[in-house]
């Protein structure tokens, strides 16, 4: 059997590299857009983007949870844990750049700073591939706490998902700093549409779902989204979102989980692909 070797090590380094990045220098899609936003406050959004490329300060004090994908091939073998490999690019890059630790160290009993904002969330996904991609999600506070799970009548119609993902968002949009990026997750169980709808949020803000029928349900979302004008920071002034992705599961017959996660209007994210060193047969 032909095993595939990876350097634990370059992995902690080039993630070490794309926190600090997408913590400092903001995505280009995202910078686009606020450039040609026009309202309230503009001038402090532009002029944020600027200093913190130019003094490596975080374009956020909220420097969040870092929550991480991995998609990986069953033959590959890692020269350590890539759970710890992980954390240890978390830990490195939270202490030497001056970025906040958000993680307690225990959710009710003992909500102690654990001081280098670790453990980060890992995620694992097995392939038939060679290679190792790792995306990640830098997770503010106040767009997390917007996450909502709802398990729907299987026979709810597609009118129904857009008014519960545009009420979802009329009701509490505002308070996760937008425009939002709005991933969805549908099908699997209840655990797996949440995942998947923190995936979504992985996706190029100008990216479509490939399947036709979820890519024009992406549209009708973001659209109708868009019709509230809740806008910039929510100042009704121009976009309330700039993307929705959605990402779907086979379910049970009698379910129909619809998860909505959201991020907030940074889109703080990564990714690093990895090409094995090496290839070993066993």
Known sequence: ????????????????????????????????????????????????????????????????MVEFFVFTGHAVVFTEPVEKTLNDAVREAYTKYPFRYSVVKDPIFDRRNTLDNTPAIVHIFFNDKGTVQIRFLVKGGGSENLTRLFML??????DEIVELVVNHIKESGAKGCPPLKIGIGVGGSADKAIVLSKLALTRNSNEHNEDDRYADLEKRILDSVNELKIGFQGLSVGITAYSVHIEHAPTHIANLPVAVSVDCYLCRKG????????TENI
């Open 271 to 278: 990714v690093v692909d990895i090409e094995p060193e090496r």
């Open 153 to 158: 009548n299987p026979s709810s119609t597609t």
């Open 1 to 64: 059997m032909k095993v595939f070797m990876v350097d634990s090590n370059m992995i902690r380094e080039r993630m070490v590299q794309q926190l600090l990045r997408a913590n400092t220098i903001i995505d280009d899609f995202v910078e686009a857009q606020i450039k040609q936003y026009n309202g309230p406050f503009e001038d402090v959004l532009k002029k944020n983007i600027i200093v913190a490329q130019q003094s490596g300060l975080p374009l956020c004090q909220d420097t969040g």
